[in-house]
């Protein structure tokens, strides 16, 4: 889910930078791409994603 979220932001950076806009306090393209990368090295982490429940490693007899 965070890889998709940060194609999103990466998206939206690409485009605010190729027209130059910048979206008050210094939120540019610049700053949409590093949350992208910050989205992507959670995501790489393990954050955000599914855990076992409900004992999924048992063995049927």
Known sequence: MLAIAAAIVFGLG??????????????????????????????QAGVGTAGLRGGGWRRRR
């Open 14 to 43: 690409l485009l605010l930078d190729l027209i130059g806009v910048r979206l008050g306090a210094g939120i540019t393209g610049t700053t949409f791409i590093l949350l992208g990368l910050l989205l992507l090295a959670l995501h």
